[in-house]
Antibody, heavy 120, light 110 residues
């Protein structure tokens, strides 16, 4: 059974940093690109970042470019999102999502999300 | 980039059909057959319902169908059921090699 479980969310002050983790199981982790998608309270979904199966290619939304860094450790089946210079508008539930296939652009498995609150 | 445009809400009675539109540009929806639709119940993670414009993942009811014409994609739900009441989001690959979501549509089953 495919599972992805996020952790690492919490309350952080503006300008602070936080690292999210996502542990995956039930599929060959290194064979699939992974993504982060966030959802601000009461708002819609926003794509944040993507990383290829090997970790060699990373992509970011303009809203987080230069502040967030996505990485993965395939030996630990774990995806990370390092978030620096956090702003109030980064407050959201952050979802880890598995890409369905490397040749398309949709997500077939999502975690339950981890809540990040940026506030003083 | 601005979010893809979806109606804020739609409603229908049990047994009826409804359609949710998703409008973008030639740089996203119109330029690629990589439109997906997700269903999200309150407090839950999104669930993939349609991918690559019109394909259904295994286990998704055939009451859900997708299509595209020009820069607008559509999700149709036939034979509405109470359990279909949820938020629905479209997404599209873009020419910037990013992914864009719609603003979401709240479906109410009357």
């Amino acid at each position: 059974e495919v599972q992805v479980v996020e952790s690492g969310g919490g309350l952080v002050q503006p300008g602070g940093s936080l690292r999210l983790s996502c542990v995956a199981s039930g599929f060959p982790f290194s064979a699939y690109a992974m993504n982060w998608v966030r959802q601000a309270p009461g708002n819609g979904l926003e794509w944040v970042s993507a990383i290829s199966g090997s970790g060699g290619t990373t992509l970011y939304a303009d809203s987080v470019k230069g502040r967030f860094t996505v990485s993965r450790d395939n030996s630990k089946n774990t995806l990370y999102l390092q978030m620096n210079s956090l702003r109030a508008e980064d407050t959201a539930v952050y979802y880890c999502a598995k890409k369905q296939a490397n040749w398309n652009h949709n997500f077939d498995f999502w975690g339950q999300g981890t809540l990040v609150i940026v506030s003083s | 980039q601005s979010a893809l445009t979806q109606p804020a809400s739609v409603s229908g009675s049990p047994g009826q059909s409804i359609t949710i539109s998703c409008t973008g540009t030639s740089s996203d929806v119109g330029g690629y057959n990589f439109v997906s639709w997700y269903q999200q119940h309150p407090g839950k993670a999104p669930k993939l319902m349609i991918y690559d414009v019109s394909n259904r993942p295994s286990g998704v009811s055939n009451r859900f169908s997708g299509s595209k014409s020009g820069n607008t994609a559509s999700l149709t739900i036939s034979g509405l059921q109470a359990e279909d009441e949820a938020d629905y989001y479209c997404s599209s690959y873009t020419s910037s090699n990013t992914l864009l979501f719609g603003g979401g549509t709240k479906l109410t089953v009357l």
